[in-house]
């Protein structure tokens, strides 16, 4: 919602001289056209970044509008009450996790 939660803010501020590489990933309701909107994640990722500081290494936030394919998501569906399984873990979410995944290896 363009907000860190103050739960993990306050585990990000308590823990942050313990990290020696921070890499942080999300998922989000928006999309890359909303990511520097009021609700954007890259809010998000710069109040990271911030706190954090040297242990920062990137961010990067996995679209749950990516779950579906737009022409069969019902409208009438709150994004926001779609969650990742197994049976819509499709081409778009797998390309971002193993990419993800890539680039931690």
Same mark, same amino acid.
């Given at each position: 919602m363009g907000q860190l939660i103050a739960p993990l803010r306050d585990f990000i501020n308590k823990y942050r001289k313990q990290f020696k590489k921070l890499y942080f990933l999300t998922c989000c309701g928006g999309g890359e056209s909303e990511k520097d909107g009021k609700f954007g994640y890259i809010r998000v990722f710069q109040e990271?970044? +911030?706190?954090? @500081?040297?242990?920062?290494?990137?961010? #990067?936030? &996995?679209? *749950? +509008?990516?779950? @579906?394919?737009?022409?069969?998501?019902? #409208?009438? &569906?709150? *994004?926001?009450?779609?969650?990742?399984?197994?049976?819509?873990?499709?081409?778009?979410?797998?390309?971002?996790?193993n990419d993800v995944v890539y680039s931690l290896s």
């Open positions: 990271v970044e +911030k706190i954090t @500081e040297d242990s920062f290494q990137w961010a #990067k936030a &996995i679209s *749950i +509008k990516d779950l @579906e394919p737009n022409d069969n998501l019902d #409208k009438s &569906i709150n *994004i926001m009450e779609l969650t990742i399984q197994e049976s819509n873990f499709n081409v778009k979410i797998k390309k971002a996790y």
